[in-house]
């Protein structure tokens, strides 16, 4: 079965900084989709950023960028030169294809403090 | 803005009462997904719906169901609700055709408070 983990509970960094936030999957399926997500204290789930198994380029999508190493089944998150607004919860998720379904299976998240 | 609408955005109801819960997906998308998150159990996928038609489910509980009505909008039916019913419920939608797509996005979610 796909499973998600993220092993930072919570995470520190100063603002202007990087910070990476680690995420490990577990699937037996050669095409896989990972995606991340911000939750930010008012509760909506914002998409960030998507990784295709085969694409072989790291996705960008402005200040965030995913590490994508296949062979140890990691997708980390690369926030850049961190904002203030960047304090949420940051989600990964993988999608279950099982039945036909797109369905997203997500980890327990981590919550991301920007500190001034 | 995600493009998705979940209506209401909060709701207080007490145990033993039915509520429903609306979501509107983007244009063009044809797939809604239900999930729960709640503080024990995290985010959970509850069941899809393609195109008015069940897709697949989850861990659903037998007192919730759902539809997809003709024009695309899906009603997340909650009965008989319970103290550890209380949790944010999200919409989500995607084209689901099943080519893999590379977005999904969510409504802002329902917060049901049962007291």
């Known amino acids: 079965a796909q499973k998600i983990t993220q092993t930072q509970p919570g995470m520190f960094v100063q603002e202007k900084e990087a910070v990476t936030l680690d995420c490990t999957y577990d699937?037996?399926?050669?095409?896989?989709?990972l995606f991340w997500y911000k939750q930010p204290s008012s509760g909506e789930m914002i998409f960030l950023i998507y990784?295709?198994?085969?694409?072989?380029q790291n996705a960008t999508e402005g200040r965030y960028s995913l590490n994508f190493q296949k062979a140890r089944k990691s997708a980390n998150l690369v926030i850049s030169a961190s904002q203030l607004g960047d304090s949420a919860m940051y989600f990964c998720?993988?999608?279950?294809?099982?039945?036909?379904?797109?369905?997203?299976?997500f980890g327990k998240g981590t919550k991301l403090t920007v500190n001034p | 803005d995600s493009g998705v609408t979940q209506t209401p955005k909060h709701l207080i109801t007490a145990t033993g009462q039915r509520v429903t819960l609306r979501c509107s997906p983007r244009?063009?998308?044809?797939?809604v997904y239900w999930y729960q998150q709640s503080l024990d159990q995290g985010l959970q996928f509850l069941i899809q719906?393609?195109?008015?038609?069940?897709?697949a489910k989850g861990n659903i509980l037998e007192r919730f169901s759902a539809q997809q009505f003709p024009d695309l909008h899906s009603e997340l039916n909650l009965s008989s609700l319970e103290l550890g019913d209380s949790a944010l419920y999200f919409c989500?939608?995607?084209?689901?055709?099943?080519?893999?797509?590379?977005?999904?996005?969510f409504g802002q979610g329902t917060r049901l408070t049962v007291v």
């Open positions: 244009s063009g998308d044809l797939s």
């Open positions: 998720a993988m999608r279950d294809r099982r039945g036909g379904s797109e369905k997203l299976v």
């Open positions: 699937t037996s399926d050669q095409s896989y989709g």
């Open positions: 990784q295709g198994s085969y694409d072989e």
């Open positions: 989500a939608s995607s084209s689901g055709a099943g080519g893999g797509d590379t977005e999904a996005f």
């Open positions: 719906y393609y195109n008015g038609e069940e897709r």
